[in-house]
Antibody
Framework: EVQLIESGGALVMPGGSLRLSCAAS????????MSWVRQAPGKGLEWVVR??????????DYAAPVKGRFTISRDDSKNILYLQLNSLKTEDTAVYYC??????????????WGQGTLVTVSS | DIVMTQSPDSLAVSLGERATINCKSS????????????LAWYQQKPGQPPKLLIY???TRESGVPDRFSGSGSGTDFTLTISSLQAEDVAVYYC?????????FGQGTKLEIK
């Protein structure tokens, strides 16, 4: 069974930093493309960033609102995905979901999701 | 960026009746070399993460009931629930994966009339 378990969400002040983690199990993590998708309270879904597998060169793509502030990384030896959030703004307040991208089907869709971790940016 | 626009924003349908949700992309998401539309649909129930329902515009994910169907091509797409069940109350999102940034529609809230 695929499991994605996010952690690290917290209340942080504007300008602060946070590191989110996503522990993956039930599939070959090293082969998976992974993404973070966020959802502000009461709002819709917003894709944040993707990291491809190392066999696909580990290419990283960021959404414009987070480029230069957020950094995605992966530890394939530990099956963990990370998201470093720096220079946080109030508009970054959201539930952050870890997702697989095209893990079980040949399409770059978000086919497995974690339960999410809440990041609140407020003074 | 490709802008995805859903209609309506909310919808109330009687149990057993048909529900139809539309999604329009600001540019075509049809990839001719693959002969596929790079369009997916998700269902999100309160307090839960989204769940993939349909990809390639019309292919149901494994385990999704066949009352859910997707159609459309190019820039105009539809999600249809043929006979609404109580457990289908949720917010539904379309998603284009034709190019990054991935983008979603704003969501359509489906309720029971």
């Amino acid at each position: 069974e695929v499991q994605l378990i996010e952690s690290g969400g917290a209340l942080v002040m504007p300008g602060g930093s946070l590191r989110l983690s996503c522990a993956a199990s039930g599939f070959t993590f090293s082969n998976a493309w992974m993404s973070w998708v966020r959802q502000a309270p009461g709002k819709g879904l917003e894709w944040v960033v993707r990291i491809k597998s190392k066999t696909d060169n580990g290419t990283i793509d960021y959404a414009a609102p987070v480029k230069g502030r957020f950094t995605i990384s992966r530890d394939d030896s530990k099956n963990i995905l990370y998201l470093q959030l720096n220079s946080l703004k109030t508009e970054d307040t959201a539930v952050y979901y870890c997702t697989t991208e095209g893990r079980s089907i040949p399409a770059a869709v978000f086919d497995s999701w974690g339960q999410g971790t809440l990041v609140t940016v407020s003074s | 960026d490709i802008v995805m626009t859903q209609s309506p924003d909310s919808l109330a349908v009687s149990l057993g009746e048909r529900a139809t949700i539309n999604c329009k992309s600001s540019q075509s998401v049809f990839y001719s070399s693959h002969n596929q539309n790079y369009l997916a649909w998700y269902q999100q129930k309160p307090g839960q993460p989204p769940k993939l329902l349909i990809y390639w515009a019309s292919t149901r994910e494994s385990g999704v009931p066949d009352r859910f169907s997707g159609s459309g091509s190019g820039t105009d797409f539809t999600l249809t629930i043929s006979s609404l069940q109580a457990e289908d109350v949720a917010v539904y999102y379309c998603h284009q994966y034709y190019t990054t940034p991935h983008t979603f529609g704003q969501g359509t809230k489906l309720e029971i009339k």
